[in-house]
């Protein structure tokens, strides 16, 4: 049987890492993209003897690099079967009067315009052979908004709105599209939003059981693998402690 290619963005750390793991071992090649090729290079090494593996660096901001990388891919290698839009961080946790422009910069050109141009490049292959499934990680963030999240669930909201309106458009071609939106996850997330403050970003995984990213590219896998007429369109994942993006049940 032919093995589905899978590209995930943000392949580094956290979801994407996971859910590349995973799908190793669930009969998928895979392209894997991010910034640091260090990692990359270390996950090639350790999923290569389970699967065909390709290895993309480029930032998501920037368009050209993203097509230079693009077109370097040979072979059967850009009819990508599935794409999984995963890049993405919060940068700050500021009211909306004092946020930093470099921040809000950083979350709308990554998490909105990079999840756009890594699409752009890859959905009209998916149109042309009439099949494909796309998911986005999008967030609790972008279904509800929470003081000082401002940009960031601004961010995520665009995210939402991209994934309904992709699964409007992509209707007519076969193209599956599934927007999964996890609450509170341990990740490097919180280490990136708070500029490498270790204390301040632990304190968010505190006093509770956070999810973990192998429950979300668990989730991931279970999307993937269910009948062809079959598209779960749009998730939410919490862990059992949160009910929505401001009650958390901690113990401390
Ligand atoms: P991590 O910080 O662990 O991973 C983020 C990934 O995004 C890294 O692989 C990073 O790779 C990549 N990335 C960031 N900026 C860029 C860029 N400019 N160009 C290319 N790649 C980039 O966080 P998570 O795994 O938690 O986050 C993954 C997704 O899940 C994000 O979209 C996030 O918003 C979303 N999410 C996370 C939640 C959480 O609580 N953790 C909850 C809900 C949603 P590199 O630095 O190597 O480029
Ligand atoms: C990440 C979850 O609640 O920190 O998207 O915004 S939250």
Redesign the pocket.
């Known amino acids: 049987m032919n093995k589905r290619i899978a590209l995930i963005?943000?392949?580094?750390?956290?979801?994407?890492q996971a859910t590349a793991r995973l799908l190793a071992r669930h009969e998928f090649n895979l392209i894997l993209c991010?910034?640091?090729k260090d990692?990359l290079a270390q996950l090639n090494e350790e999923l290569s003897p389970l699967t065909e593996v390709r290895t993309l660096s480029?930032?998501?901001?920037n368009f050209s690099e993203v097509e230079n990388v693009w077109n370097s891919l040979t072979g059967n290698w850009k009819k990508v079967d599935v794409l999984i839009n995963?890049?993405?961080?919060?940068h700050g946790l500021d009211p909306i009067h004092s946020g930093n422009l470099t921040d809000w910069d950083a979350m709308m050109d990554?998490?909105v315009k990079?999840l756009l141009y890594v699409s752009r490049l890859v959905i009209p292959g998916m149109v042309e052979r009439q099949q494909g499934h796309i998911i986005n990680?999008g967030?609790?963030?972008g279904k509800e908004v929470y003081p000082n999240g401002n940009v960031y669930c601004a961010s995520k909201f665009a995210v939402d709105a991209l994934t309904r309106g992709m699964r409007l458009d992509l209707n007519p071609y076969n193209i599956k599209v599934t927007g999964i939106h996890?609450?509170?996850?341990e990740?490097?997330?919180s280490l990136?939003r708070f500029k490498g403050d270790e204390e301040r970003a632990g304190q968010v995984y505190k006093g509770y059981q956070p999810l973990r990213?192998e429950d979300i590219a668990d989730t991931i896998v279970y999307v993937l693998t269910r009948p062809d007429h079959v598209v779960l369109a749009d998730i939410v994942i919490f862990p059992k402690a949160q009910a929505s993006s401001v009650v958390v049940k901690k113990t401390v």
Request: glycine content about 18%.
């Open positions: 963005t943000g392949a580094t750390s956290g979801i994407g991010g910034r640091r990692r480029f930032d998501v901001r995963n890049a993405g961080n919060a990554i998490n990079g990680i967030s609790i963030a996890p609450g509170l996850v990740t490097e997330f990136v990213a």
